[in-house]
């Protein structure tokens, strides 16, 4: 059972969440810098503004930091945009064609060609791009799986794609379910790799622990590297 609510603390707007856990977290995230604070329902709202302008500091810094990363720029999916894909920048082409669907295809290292129907709206080619995203990402995720599986010695996952706003992947492990995020697409394939192994470390702990971080030292020795560069490329134009 949560509860969500928006407090004013040093002149932050801050999303408290009050849900059965045992410690506060404070988490600062893309692309705006919004501040959210999860709590248990037992600390009092002064303790948590304490804890937020203790940290504040910290989620100021994290704040600069996103307003100072760069941007994907706004799509209209017309021929000479660059799109990107697995972390190289495509030039895309558009045709049309008078048949009533969409294809998509890589034409040597550089470049993306959309085949549309005459008259397609820049909706309608957003969506088939994230289409086309997100079959191309499933069929990289499935053997990462796989893979994480054995190597960590647990049980293969339920696992899906699906756009998300703040976070890179997400895992439950009551119900052994793990999520990629879509624009993992678009980022070089050891992210692809890091995330999933992010995720399926939580069956082995659920929290970021001793435990968690034993885990992913030893079977990604880079992987804070990994993670860093991730955080350094180019966020998606969302809304916040």
Same mark, same amino acid.
């Given at each position: 059972?949560?509860?969500?609510?928006?407090?004013?603390?040093?002149?932050?707007?801050?999303?408290?969440?009050?849900?059965?856990?045992?410690?506060?977290?404070?988490?600062?995230?893309?692309?705006? #810098?919004?501040?959210?604070?999860?709590?248990?329902?037992?600390?009092?709202?002064?303790?948590?503004?304490?804890?937020?302008?203790?940290?504040?500091?910290?989620?100021?810094?994290? !704040?600069?930091?996103?307003? $100072? !990363?760069?941007?994907?720029?706004?799509?209209?999916?017309?021929?000479?945009?660059?799109?990107?894909?697995? $972390?190289?920048?495509?030039?895309?082409?558009?045709?049309?064609?008078?048949?009533?669907?969409?294809?998509?295809?890589? @034409?040597?290292?550089?470049?993306?060609?959309?085949?549309?129907? @005459? $008259?397609?709206?820049?909706?309608?080619?957003?969506?088939?791009?994230?289409?086309?995203?997100?079959?191309?990402?499933?069929?990289?995720?499935?053997?990462?799986?796989?893979?994480?599986?054995?190597?960590?010695?647990?049980?293969?996952?339920?696992? #899906?794609?699906? !756009?998300?706003?703040?976070?890179? #992947?997400?895992?439950?492990?009551?119900?052994?379910?793990?999520?990629?995020?879509?624009?993992?697409?678009?980022?070089?394939?050891?992210?692809?790799?890091?995330?999933?192994?992010? @995720?399926?470390?939580?069956?082995?702990?659920?929290?970021?622990?001793?435990?968690?971080?034993?885990?992913?030292?030893?079977?990604?020795?880079?992987?804070?590297?990994?993670?860093?560069?991730?955080?350094?490329?180019?966020?998606?134009?969302?809304?916040?």
């Amino acid at each position: 059972m949560t509860n969500t609510e928006v407090i004013e603390v040093a002149g932050l707007s801050v999303e408290l969440v009050r849900k059965p856990i045992k410690n506060l977290h404070i988490g600062v995230y893309p692309p705006t #810098g919004r501040v959210r604070v999860a709590a248990p329902p037992a600390i009092s709202e002064d303790a948590v503004r304490v804890a937020i302008v203790t940290r504040l500091g910290w989620i100021k810094k994290k !704040q600069r930091e996103f307003a $100072g !990363q760069a941007r994907e720029t706004e799509r209209r999916y017309l021929s000479g945009e660059t799109h990107y894909f697995l $972390g190289q920048p495509l030039r895309l082409s558009v045709r049309q064609s008078g048949s009533r669907g969409c294809s998509i295809e890589l @034409e040597g290292a550089d470049r993306l060609t959309m085949t549309v129907p @005459e $008259g397609a709206t820049a909706d309608q080619k957003a969506r088939w791009l994230d289409a086309w995203y997100r079959s191309e990402l499933k069929s990289r995720t499935a053997p990462r799986v796989v893979k994480w599986a054995e190597r960590l010695d647990v049980p293969p996952p339920r696992w #899906g794609v699906r !756009q998300m706003r703040t976070k890179w #992947g997400s895992c439950n492990p009551d119900k052994r379910l793990i999520w990629v995020n879509l624009d993992l697409a678009k980022k070089p394939l050891p992210c692809l790799d890091y995330v999933v192994l992010h @995720e399926m470390a939580h069956f082995v702990s659920r929290r970021h622990d001793e435990a968690f971080l034993a885990t992913l030292d030893r079977h990604m020795p880079a992987w804070r590297q990994t993670r860093a560069d991730l955080n350094a490329l180019p966020l998606a134009e969302m809304a916040p």
